[in-house]
């Protein structure tokens, strides 16, 4: 199992930016069962036919879309996916390339005596870490 990384910083500096002119980002094929359907989902499916081990997909524009912006890079790190965009700053001519790399994202657990009770709490610490990454205004 890879780490899953916590896009917050990245999606902040997206958010805070005047304008975003670029979004990448690659796809394998880990056919997550909640990818982005508009694009992400496509382009795995994509890549496994063409028998790919990568594919980069690559948005350019005067100003992106930021909310189809931030959930293609939710669910880029859903996955492990790389992405970086780039954004212009409010009073800056030049383009900022960031990518989104962040920092593992972690659960706290409490470990109970005996394997079974750990592999439970392991399970729905993962459970409450993937949940708060894909649906952030949910909660668990």
């Known amino acids: 199992m890879d780490e899953l990384r916590d896009p917050e910083g990245f999606i902040e500096q997206i ?3 005047d304008r975003v002119t670029r979004f990448q980002f690659a796809a394998e094929f880990e056919n997550a069962h909640d990818v982005y359907n508009l694009i992400h989902r496509p382009a795995e ?23 189809i912006v931030e959930e293609m890079a939710r669910s880029a790190a859903s996955v492990g996916d790389p ?10 001519s030049k383009g900022k390339t960031i990518y989104l790399r962040g920092t593992p994202l972690l659960e706290k ?6 394997i079974d009770g750990m592999k439970e709490q392991m399970l ?14 949910q909660g668990d």
Request: charged share 35%; glycine share 8%; aromatic share 4%.
């Open 15 to 17: 958010r805070d930016a």
């Open 45 to 67: 499916e994509y890549n496994e036919k063409i028998g790919g081990t990568k594919t980069t997909v690559e948005s350019r524009g005067p100003s992106l879309d930021k909310d």
């Open 83 to 92: 992405a970086s965009a780039t954004i212009k700053e409010k009073g800056k």
């Open 109 to 114: 657990i409490l470990l109970p005596a005996g």
């Open 124 to 137: 729905a610490a993962l459970r409450s870490a993937y949940n708060r990454l894909r649906r952030p205004d």
